[in-house]
Structure formats: C-alpha cells, structure tokens
C-alpha cells in the first residue's frame, strides 16, 4: 500500500510538471519546428518536412502498436508457448519489403521535385555574387556597379568584449545585426552566387529556405523570392564553423518595396561612382583645337 501511495503521488507530481511545462511552451513550442518562411520554396521545404513527418509518426504508432499489442496478447504469464518450428513467411517477407519500398518511392517523388524546384536559377530578375570571408560578407549586385562589405554592426561588436562593461542584453539583437544588410526587392527571384575567400562558410537565411556552402575556387546557386506583402528585415547567420569569430558574421537581408529599392539601388550608384580625376575633366572641358 506504501508503495502504490507514493505511486500515486509521484504521477500526480508528474501530471502537475507536465500541465505547467505544456502552459509555459505554447508560446515557443513553433520554434520547435521548422518555420514556414516568407518565400514559396521555403513552404514548399515545410510542407515536404511536415508530410516526411507524419508518415514517420504513422509508421512510428503502428509498429510500435503492433510491438506492445504482441507482448501483452502473447505474455508467457498467460499461457504463450514460443513456436520453434517456425523458420520464416515468404508472404510475411514479401509485404515487409514491398510496403517499405512503395513508402520510400511515395516520399521519393515530392522530394525530388521540390530538390529540382529548389537548384531552378532560370529567370531571375536580380543577380548578386555572395563572398564569404573571415569574418563578414561581401555582396556585389553584378547588373548594377553596387557592391559593399557586411560586418557585425558596431554595438554587437563592442558589447561581445569581455572588458567592455556593456551589458549584451541593453544591445537589440545582439549578434544579429550588421552594419550593411544586403537590400533586395520583394516580388523578385534573386539569384545568389556563393563563394568563399579563405576557408568555407555557408550563407543561411530560415525564412528563405537558402542554406548554400560558401567554398573558395567554387560557385553554389541558390535562390529566393520574398512574397509581395512580406518586406522587413529577416536574419540569418554562417552556418559552417570556419575560425575564431564564426559565431560574429551575421546575415541581415532588408527586403523593400520595389519603390524604396530603386531608391535604394540609385543612391548606391550615385555614391558609388568613381569620382572623375581633375585631369580628366579638364581634358574633357577643353574646347578642341
């Protein structure tokens, strides 16, 4: 009787944490998962990952249902004799292997074509070349003379100190941000040209769906297109430890209206236009003779 009460108490302990735990995570259990994103591939990649998941729960429940119903049916405690004559089921081995191939090809098909889906670079209306270097970002907007470095914006910088004195949570997104986040416009397939300047890094936005390898001597192609009504700024990180300060170049992609990006991307120009030598402009200013 001792035993069954502190039996009890212990479940009812449990049922307690368990109810709290549920209470406290309902807020972050999402964050558990994949995220959606704010791109049709990056859905298309949730929905792949969601239906890959159920069909592992299906398979998960019905073995191990079929596990747990065969040792309470046939427990020795009610009278179960093992069969030793048994060697083996050609029938029982048969459906064993065609019921996991018939799975794998059903999960095979959707999964190829969102693969394919996922390396389709083909009509792009924007083409930026992505250098990864230690440790930060180069992006140059190939079509247009616009290019700049991304580093950890200033404030993340000096609070990572550890003789600063600054308190890392007084920091908006510390670590997060840069100094120069790479700007695209919404509604547009961006076409991304990977490579690295010293060692491998890898570029990796979760709300895109784009985790692509940063390999010097070698370009990887990835893609995004960012919906219509989701401009804002989304984050992202280096993905593969390449030295002391992997874990300080982050990703900051600013998406903006087609309108306030050609504003953008004409400021840039302007600013970025070499200025015209002296000599040059007064050979060009002379009248001919």
Known sequence: MKFRAQLASIALAALGAAGTLTARADSGWSQLNMTQGVTDISRRIYDLHMAIFWVCVAIGVLVFGVMIWSLIKYRKSRGAVADTTLLHSTRVEVIWTVVPVLI?????????????????????????????????????????GVGFYSHLDRKSDAARELTSGIDPNTVDHYLLSVDHPLVVPVDTKVRLLITGADVIHSWWVPAFGVKKDAIPGFINEAWFKVDTDKPGLYRGQCAELCGRDHGFMPIVVDVRTKADYAAWLKQEQAAQKPATPPAAAANTAAPAT
């Not at 059903?106 to 924007?126: C, F, Y």
Request: net charge negative.
């Open 104 to 144: 794998l090809v059903l999960m095979a098909v959707p999964a190829a074509r969102t693969l394919v889906a996922i390396e389709d670079t083909s009509k792009t209306g924007l083409t930026i070349k992505v250098t990864g270097f230690q440790w930060g970002w180069r992006y140059d907007y190939l079509d247009d």
